[in-house]
């Protein structure tokens, strides 16, 4: 009648069939959770620089590129979005602007990778920016800038959840002040 290869075939899927439907349990039921993060981010300085990017741009002969420098303050609790299915979150501040050319710019500043639920409240001032701060036409001159924490809650098994805080009034980006070499 069944010999062993049916029976093991039989048992396999529906050992395969149950862990499906149990990861898809775990899935929903995580996004059930509640949760309610909060966090403020600012900027504690804003420096514009001329100079050229790097030896190897393009248009390393040209010196009038202008450059932000920033120091940002971070104050987020995330806490509430670690639960038993929640395997890191990535936090990262972005800054959001429009320009004459382009009526939507978005830049992130600074990032980072959480993993455990003790590292999710972030107490932070004078971060620098991880990441330059150059806009396609080269120039901050009369550009308003809000910047604003966005996370993601990577999950063990389902669907990523997204977020961000309120963002912050609009820095005006000042005149460069001076050049790098």
Known sequence: MNNLQNRANAVMAFSISALFCLLGAIALSSLL???SPSGTVSLDSLVVLTGRYDKFWYDYKTRD???ADALIR?????SSLFHWNTKQLFVYVVAEYTSP???KNQIVLWDAIIKKK???VLRKKNIPNKYSVIDVNKKWQNIHANVSLHWNVVPYVGFMAFGRSQASEAYAFPSPSSSLP
């Open 65 to 67: 590129n202008e450059f």
């Open 101 to 103: 050319t382009h009526p």
């Open 118 to 120: 003790s590292d999710a």
């Open 74 to 78: 971070i104050d987020a609790d995330l």
């Open 33 to 35: 959770i509640p949760a």
